[in-house]
């Protein structure tokens, strides 16, 4: 991730006509599941011939792996509060409500992400280091304010807020609220990243 506050994401790499076919692939994926999915299923939702479906995707998995990539890309802009815990608790509101939306797609994605390699790859570096990369610039931004000491910053801390959000957001009956986020933020996060400060 760049040093700057915001970084907008590539520009899609998809023609519209492939990029209403990758939506309505998401739809579908949400619907029925990786196994329920076809790719014939996602020509007829088009409206879309089947060899204009296999000759830009010849498997479901590469349709996925597409359809996936296309659904996680988005503008990702670091938080600007002017504070540690602003900027916390703003970016696990945003994780809570990226993670809500992409759920279904991710748990399927998950799924077939245990036996397909490309697919796995796309989930670690499309989805999960694109938001781990966001919560390093909150905390080195915190550190040249001068609020954190940079030995503090651990990996540890990405699974304790942002991993345990999605988690929370994906296989949880109990989805994570802002008093969630608010917890974690003041009562776990915050102490651990400024302990030797104390």
């Not at 991730?1 to 994401?9: E, F, I, L």
């Not at 879309?48 to 802009?77: C, D, H, I, M, N």
């Amino acid at each position: 991730m760049t040093s700057g506050a915001a970084r907008a994401v590539e520009s899609s790499p998809w023609s519209p006509r492939e990029a209403e076919l990758l939506a309505v692939t998401l739809r579908l994926l949400q619907e029925e599941g990786y196994d329920g999915l076809t790719l014939d299923a996602v020509a007829a939702g088009a409206r879309a011939s089947k060899a204009t479906v296999y000759r830009r995707w010849p498997t479901k998995a590469e349709l996925v792996l597409a359809a996936f990539s296309e659904g996680v890309r988005q503008v990702a802009v670091a938080p600007e509060t002017g504070t540690l815990r602003g900027d916390l608790l703003q970016l696990g509101e945003v994780i809570c409500n990226q993670a809500r939306t992409h759920a279904s797609t991710v748990r399927a994605v998950l799924v077939e992400a245990s036996r397909n390699p490309a697919l796995n790859d796309v989930m670690q570096h499309q989805f999960l280091d694109q938001r781990k990369a966001l919560f390093k610039h909150v905390l080195g931004q915190a550190v040249e304010r001068g609020e954190i000491d940079a030995a503090a910053i651990t990996d540890d801390l990405w699974d304790v807020m942002p991993g345990y959000l999605i988690f929370r957001s994906i296989f949880s009956l109990r989805p994570p609220s802002r008093r969630t986020v608010q917890a974690l933020v003041d009562d776990v996060v915050i102490p651990s990243l400024t302990r030797l400060n104390s």
